[in-house]
């Protein structure tokens, strides 16, 4: 009978540590699907999903977090992905860069909105935004991301939820959506 309980325990241990590592390894493969820029205080995250570019952006700021595709000059002629959280409701929009520092909603030029699965929270200070966009332009305030090549992408974020707010940190970068291969463009000081 000891050696039935013994042999059961041994089961059991082998069960629970085999549970966990592939817990661990899971959890490790899920989170390496997404390629990363982290540049001082915001993260850009992105995963090829088929047609479309899942995103999560993160900004260690109680305000707005924005990412823009493809400026012609500064942010004209970017699309741009801008939101916050108030009241725990992640307000995520659609804006086009109509000038080389400002940017409207994409909806108010008479444009589509393009984002889905938008949501996010405020936690410990920090912005999180999930959304998914497609790589393929909808009409002409939309970007077509083409991932085998380099893309100007823009970060910025600020402390006011206010999303025509001018932002303290700004940087672009040149990034390959494929490899994650990047290259820092310009920042602020």
Same mark, same amino acid.
């Given at each position: ?44 995250q ?26 012609s ?26 000038g ?9 030029l008479?444009?589509?909105?393009s984002? #889905?699965? !938008?949501?996010?929270? @405020?936690? $410990? ?7 998914? =966009?497609? %790589? *393929? ?20 974020? #600020?402390? !006011?939820?206010?999303? @025509?707010? $001018?932002?303290?940190f700004?940087?672009?970068?040149? =990034?390959? %959506? *494929? ?11």
């Open positions: 009978m000891e050696g039935i309980i013994k042999k059961s325990s041994q089961l059991l241990f082998c069960f629970i540590v085999t549970i966990t590592i592939n817990l661990f390894a899971t959890a490790n493969l899920f989170a390496a699907d997404y390629l990363e820029v982290v540049d001082k205080n915001i993260s850009f992105w995963k090829i999903n088929g047609s479309n570019l899942d995103v999560i952006l993160k900004a260690k700021t109680a305000g707005w977090v924005g990412v823009g595709f493809e400026p000059m500064a942010m004209k002629d970017a699309h741009f992905i801008i939101g916050f959280i108030q009241n725990n409701k992640a307000t995520i929009e659609d804006h086009f860069g109509t080389i520092n400002q940017h409207q909603a994409i909806t108010a008479g444009g589509k909105d984002i #889905s699965n !938008k949501s996010g929270k @405020l936690e $410990k200070g920090e912005t999180t935004l999930n959304f998914t =966009i497609p %790589l *393929k332009a909808s009409d002409k305030y939309h970007k077509n991301l083409d991932t085998g090549k380099d893309v100007v992408v823009l970060l910025a974020y #600020s402390d !006011k939820t206010s999303l @025509l707010r $001018k932002h303290p700004y940087a672009s970068y040149s =990034i390959n %959506l *494929k490899s994650g291969a990047k290259k820092l463009l310009k920042h602020s000081k």
